[in-house]
T-cell receptor, first 114, second 111 residues
Framework: NAGVTQTPKFRILKIGQSMTLQCAQDMNHNYMYWYRQDPGMGLKLIYYSVGAGITDKGEVPNGYNVSRSTTEDFPLRLELAAPSQTSVYFC?????????????FGPGTRLLVL | KQEVTQIPAALSVPEGENLVLNCSFTDSAIYNLQWFRQDPGKGLTSLLLIQSSQREQTSGRLNASLDKSSGRSTLYIAASQPGDSATYLCARRAAGNKLTFGGGTRVLVKP
């Protein structure tokens, strides 16, 4: 099992450009999350999903959109990139029942907006 | 607003010394408290999870305690090794398995 995978690993965007950060998991977990981590800080929740077709806002959703058409994939969309979106983005997945407790994280996507 | 705070932000110790990492949270009505390790340029790895009904959890050299009444959790790492150098994050779990993270403590264990 690959667990949680993210692409790309690194990207440079110009202000106003758009892009989609990809996240996929092969654990058949219902819960998926997107976080951002600014330098020297903890992670902040952007969006999350409790299952295919269901998404909800987290703590810092402005400037982002998500979709969850399948259990496996949870892409994050930036429509108009801004310098404030320079960050490292982590995707995570969690199962149900007792396994709901642990979130499994991907390796992250480093984004630089200039 | 639920907040999670970790102090100190950075810590440097000689090899063999015990590490004590602190985490405080503002709301005692937590589901659980989780400790993660993050290596530079990497994702997060779960270390220990303490349920709200538990006082502590142990795994090898790691021991985490939870005191809901004072809003504190402490991660102890015994006999530190250079390989323990990393950033350690605590996270408080809320409904929907949403985690609120602290800012992390960056640990350096010097040989």
């Amino acid at each position: 099992n690959a667990g949680v995978t993210q692409t790309p690993k690194f990207r440079i965007l110009k202000i106003g450009q758009s892009m989609t950060l990809q996240c996929a998991q092969d654990m058949n977990h219902n819960y998926m999350y997107w976080y951002r981590q600014d330098p020297g800080m903890g992670l902040k929740l952007i969006y999350y999903s409790v299952g295919a077709g269901i998404t909800d806002k987290g703590e810092v959703p402005n400037g982002y959109n998500v979709s969850r058409s399948t259990t496996e994939d949870f892409p994050l969309r930036l429509e108009l990139a801004a310098p404030s979106q320079t960050s490292v983005y982590f995707c995570a997945a969690a199962g149900g029942g007792r396994s709901l407790e642990t979130q499994y994280f991907g390796p992250g996507t480093r984004l630089l907006v200039l | 607003k639920q907040e999670v705070t970790q102090i100190p932000a950075a810590l440097s110790v000689p090899e063999g010394e015990n590490l004590v990492l602190n985490c405080s949270f503002t709301d005692s009505a937590i589901y659980n408290l989780q400790w993660f390790r993050q290596d530079p340029g990497k994702g997060l790895t779960s270390l220990l999870l303490i349920q709200s009904s538990q006082r502590e959890q142990t795994s090898g050299r790691l021991n985490a305690s939870l005191d809901k009444s004072s809003g504190r959790s402490t991660l102890y790492i015994a006999a530190s090794q250079p390989g323990d150098s990393a950033t350690y994050l605590c996270a408080r779990r809320a409904a929907g398995n949403k985690l609120t993270f602290g800012g992390g403590t960056r640990v350096l264990v010097k040989p």
